[in-house]
Nanobody, 113 residues
Framework: QVQLVESGGGWVQPGGSLRLSCAVS????????MGWYRQAPGKKRELVAG???????TYPDSVKGRFTISRNNPENMVYLQMNTLKPEDTAVYYC???????WGQGTQVTVSS
C-alpha cells in the first residue's frame, strides 16, 4: 500500500505561485512514475503533470509552460511548481503513483482576488 501526503496548498492571487510537495512511502519510489492530479468542484479528477522514472515529464496544454513537476528519489518526494496561477486552477491537488490506485488526502489550492 502506498502512503501519500500532499502539502503546500493555500490561497494565492491570480498570477501568483505555489509549490506543492508530496511525500511518498510504501513503494520503491525510484521505480515508479508519479503524477499530480486535481479535482475542482463538480468536475472529474484530471492529470496535470506526470514524471516517469527516467525523468521524462508530461503536461496537458492547460498547464504547459506554467507548471513544472520534479522528483527527489533519495527523499521519496515529488513536487509541483505552479506559476502564473489562474482562478481555473482552483482545485484539490493530489499526487499518485501511476501503478497504484491509492490516493492521499490532497491539498487545496485556491486562486482568487
Amino acid at each position: 500500500q502506498v502512503q501519500l501526503v500532499e502539502s503546500g496548498g493555500g490561497w494565492v492571487q491570480p498570477g501568483g505561485s505555489l509549490r506543492l510537495s508530496c511525500a511518498v512511502s510504501g513503494i520503491i519510489f525510484s521505480n515508479e512514475g508519479m503524477g499530480w492530479y486535481r479535482q475542482a468542484p463538480g468536475k472529474k479528477r484530471e492529470l496535470v503533470a506526470g514524471i516517469f522514472k527516467g525523468g521524462g515529464t508530461t503536461y496537458p496544454d492547460s498547464v504547459k509552460g506554467r507548471f513544472t513537476i520534479s522528483r527527489n528519489n533519495p527523499e521519496n518526494m515529488v513536487y509541483l511548481q505552479m506559476n502564473t496561477l489562474k482562478p481555473e486552477d482552483t482545485a484539490v491537488y493530489y499526487c499518485k503513483a501511476f501503478s497504484y490506485n491509492d490516493w492521499g488526502q490532497g491539498t487545496q489550492v485556491t486562486v482568487s482576488s
